[in-house]
């Protein structure tokens, strides 16, 4: 299924892009090259194969939970511009 230079104009305004004549037959090539490659790999025999997100195993890094003290309010306030009865001062937002 190759792509016509209107229907590369048409998906080119549904998504608000304005080509220029040079690069609609680009983008058409381009496209036409694209959908070629994804008629060749229908071709392949995938019965057997499970469905999976990534080509290659992903695992979580997870690591133990380790407790450890926090940072001392005082210290925490020392660098904020300002402070209040051991809290921060923002500016309101409402």
Do not use: C
């Not at 380790?66 to 923002?90: C, S």
């Amino acid at each position: 299924m190759a792509l016509t230079r209107e229907e590369v104009l048409h998906v080119a305004q549904l998504a608000r892009l304005s080509l220029e004549p040079a690069e609609v037959e680009l983008f058409t090539r381009q496209l036409n090259d694209i959908l070629a490659y994804v008629e060749k790999l229908q071709e392949l025999d995938t019965a057997g194969i499970a469905p999976m997100a990534h080509v290659i195993p992903v695992f979580n890094a997870f690591r133990a939970d380790e407790v450890k003290t926090g940072l001392p309010r005082d210290e925490a306030l020392e660098n904020a511009p300002e402070g209040e009865e051991g809290n921060f001062v923002v500016p309101r937002i409402i």
